[in-house]
């Protein structure tokens, strides 16, 4: 029996049908950033390996597909870290940070960026989680004000509105310093704060009692300080309205939200059905955060769908200066499903042909029945460019059911046999 042919391990194949529904989607996404000003840019899939070793990734860092260095002597001993000279890029972020300290004399001062592309992750597969997935980025770099942020989440919430996820959609918003804050005032030693983090991070999926023992255990906290930094979490909560913490809350915790009020009101302003909630606990695992972070959670789904926040240290990584810089990134492969999408406005005909017609005759009978189902929408108020084209394809000798059931699934909305008037058009 010859072997099975599937994609590699991780991957998958996007046949049309899914392939035309998952660009719908990109369409109103990329809509809604141009809409708020945001310009596309493109950035290579390949990065070289010591920018996606900075330190600043997290885990991803411990996923990299790397590439191995051309040229080498395969009868010389080389080391690991000299066999590899660059990796695929594991987000959008590091990649775009790379563009501006490479472009950044042909750059606005501010500049909004978006990009939507594919990024690669050699982590476990499971059902739903693949190794390349398209990740939906924007950014705003040279803005040190909360502005940004506001702007970003603003952008956001608009792109997911249009895809009608927005009622469904609850902001979770924290600051990195309000958490350095919390670990500080519990007792939590400075070489010990990064591992804290992490830990807390997990609070979702192994709970308050599985953060305790790990803090205590795996971290190596004293039991007073386990004590002082849960106790603190359990009192604000996870679920608390933004605008109640704004609103004294905080100020009776003895925290200061630093500008997160501001954030709440602004976006309340674009958006006032928006659900934004304080989540002290919300630390997202990427090492460059440096200020307001923010994950977007949806009822539809099991897990964030979009998140984000401030990374001012990562463009001065290449360029030797702070720059300050913000970014959100939808992540499309968990809202794809979540779409509903209408019918496609344009209709795609089939012009059924068989086997062996003249090339001449189709030509012909594709350019009249085009003509005519283009005089017919424009007749009807339709826009010539969403008028139907009549594409031809081959007739089996013995159409069947599953025959015209796969023209559906291929797009196509009618059908008519070449020869045939306009009357005789059928839908599919």
Known sequence: MSPK??????????????????????????????????????????????????????????????????GLDPEAPVLPRDAVDSALRYDLTVPLTRFYASNRAELPEVFRAFQTGPVWRAERPQKGRYRQFVQCDIDIIGEPGILAEVELVTATLDALGRLGLLDGASVRVNDRRILTDLLGRAGVPAELQARTLITVDKLDKIGMDGVRSELAEAVGLEPGVVDALTGTLESIGTETPLAEMAGGKAEQAGISLYDLGVVAQAVTEAFPQARLVFDPTL??????YTGPIFEVSHAGSGSSVA????????????????????????GFERIVDLVELPEDESPRVALLCPAGADPLEVARAKR??????????????????KAAVAIPVTLPRK????????????????????GQGLEELKAL
């Open 5 to 70: 042919v599937v994609p590699a391990r991780g991957m998958r194949d996007i046949p049309p049908a899914s392939f035309r529904r998952r660009q719908r989607v990109l369409d109103l996404i990329r809509g809604a950033y141009e809409d708020h000003g945001f310009a596309q840019i493109e950035t290579p899939a390949v990065e070289p390996i010591e920018r996606m070793r900075s330190g600043q990734g997290g885990d991803n860092e411990s996923m990299l597909y790397e590439i191995q260095r051309r």
């Open 283 to 288: 630390v997202r695992g990427m090492g460059y």
């Open 307 to 330: 998140g984000g926040g401030r990374y001012d240290g990562v463009v001065g990584k290449w360029l030797g200066r702070d720059v300050p810089a913000c970014g959100f990134s939808i």
């Open 368 to 385: 009249d029945v085009t003509r005519a189902l283009r005089d017919k929408a424009l007749a009807g108020g339709v826009e010539a460019r």
């Open 399 to 418: 159409p069947s059911g599953a025959f015209f059931a796969r023209l559906g699934e291929a797009g196509y909305t009618h059908s008519i046999r070449l």
